[in-house]
C-alpha cells in the first residue's frame, strides 16, 4: 500500500542512507503497518492512515496531508521537499 510508496520515496532521497540502524526501524515499522487490515472489503483506513501520519512525523523534512474527497476515504499525501528546484518530480502513488 501506501507504506511502500513512503519506504521507496525516503529511500531516493538519501534520508538515512546504509544506516543499519535505520534498516531495522524501518523493518519495525513495516511489520507494524502489515498488522493492519488495509484488504478490501473492509480496510482500516484510520489505523493505516494514522500509522502514515505518525511515521512521517518521525522523518525530518517529510510533510504530509490528509485529504478527503470522499467521506471515510482518506488519501494521505506525504511530501519532501528536494534540493535542487529545477531537477524532474518524482510521484509514487498506493492505493488499497
Same mark, same amino acid.
Given at each position: 500500500?501506501?507504506?511502500?510508496?513512503?519506504?521507496v #520515496?525516503? +529511500? /531516493?532521497?538519501? =534520508?538515512?542512507? #546504509? *544506516?543499519?540502524?535505520? $534498516? @531495522?526501524?524501518?523493518?519495525?515499522?513495516?511489520?507494524?503497518?502489515?498488522r493492519?487490515?488495509? $484488504? !478490501?472489503? @473492509?480496510? *482500516?483506513?484510520?489505523?493505516?492512515?494514522?500509522? /502514515? !501520519?505518525?511515521?512521517? #512525523? %518521525?522523518?525530518?523534512? /517529510?510533510?504530509? $496531508?490528509?485529504?478527503?474527497?470522499r467521506?471515510?476515504?482518506?488519501? =494521505?499525501v506525504? %511530501?519532501?521537499?528536494?534540493? +535542487?528546484? $529545477? +531537477?524532474?518530480?518524482?510521484?509514487?502513488n498506493?492505493?488499497?
Amino acid at each position: 500500500g501506501v507504506w511502500v510508496a513512503v519506504a521507496v #520515496a525516503v +529511500a /531516493l532521497c538519501g =534520508v538515512g542512507e #546504509a *544506516d543499519a540502524g535505520l $534498516d @531495522a526501524q524501518a523493518l519495525v515499522a513495516l511489520q507494524e503497518y502489515l498488522r493492519i487490515r488495509t $484488504d !478490501q472489503p @473492509a480496510p *482500516d483506513y484510520a489505523a493505516s492512515t494514522e500509522f /502514515l !501520519q505518525r511515521y512521517c #512525523a %518521525s522523518v525530518p523534512s /517529510l510533510e504530509v $496531508d490528509v485529504l478527503e474527497l470522499r467521506h471515510g476515504k482518506p488519501i =494521505v499525501v506525504c %511530501s519532501l521537499l528536494g534540493w +535542487a528546484p $529545477d +531537477a524532474p518530480t518524482v510521484m509514487l502513488n498506493s492505493h488499497s
